[in-house]
């Protein structure tokens, strides 16, 4: 009995340390809803703050992650072209064997291995300097009509409060486990530290 004196208050306050952190954790989460409490409303911080987090994650997509003047400078990038060149030119050269002479059956008769070519040589290198420009003038047609912000802060505010905590708890649920563990020893400390004291007051 005497033991149990000295045991019962670290166990009793380990359990609270557990139990202060894991209600401190889901209340990141609940209630969803809105709840009167003694006339206070309480709701979880991320329901309550859903708009305001949507909103804010919407701002650091669209400047941070996703600009397009970095997406810009990808796209137009002449290496890009370089990749697609093979391709391009495969099908450059599909035209004017196959297609040009189905078109035009009398231009073809007059066109021979050189000419094409040369004209795919041509066409290819008015393409270089083409690209870049027409991928600019996409950029900027797609930046005025892509609203990146909105759509992120649509997309996140439209999440059920549900998808919202199934979605951070894939992401931190380890976290939070070691912040209930962590809850628990702080308990297990400062009830040792009760004991301790009662031990040496007495």
Do not use: C
């Amino acid at each position: 009995m005497h033991w149990l004196h000295y045991i019962l208050p670290v166990i009793l306050s380990t359990f609270t340390g557990w139990v202060t952190t894991w209600v401190a954790i889901k209340m990141l989460f609940h209630p969803r809803n809105p709840v009167k409490v003694f006339g206070l409303s309480i709701q979880g911080i991320f329901p309550k703050n859903q708009q305001a987090i949507a909103q804010k994650l919407g701002q650091v997509v669209s400047k941070e992650f996703l600009s397009f003047a970095e997406i810009e400078a990808k796209v137009t990038n002449p290496e890009n072209l370089e990749k697609l060149r093979p391709e391009i030119e495969k099908h450059i050269d599909g035209f004017l064997r196959e297609k040009l002479s189905t078109l035009f059956p009398m231009l073809s008769m007059f066109i021979g291995e050189k000419t094409i070519n040369q004209l795919k040589a041509a066409f290819l290198t008015e393409l270089e300097s083409l690209f870049p420009v027409l991928m600019k003038s996409y950029m900027n047609k797609l930046e005025h009509d892509l609203d990146l912000e909105k759509i992120v802060t649509e997309k996140v505010a439209g999440f059920s409060s549900e998808k919202l905590e199934e979605i951070l708890q894939q992401i931190t649920k380890k976290e939070f486990q070691f912040l209930e563990v962590v809850g628990g020893v702080f308990g297990f400390l400062i009830g040792l530290v009760q004991v301790l004291i009662q031990v040496l007051s007495n």
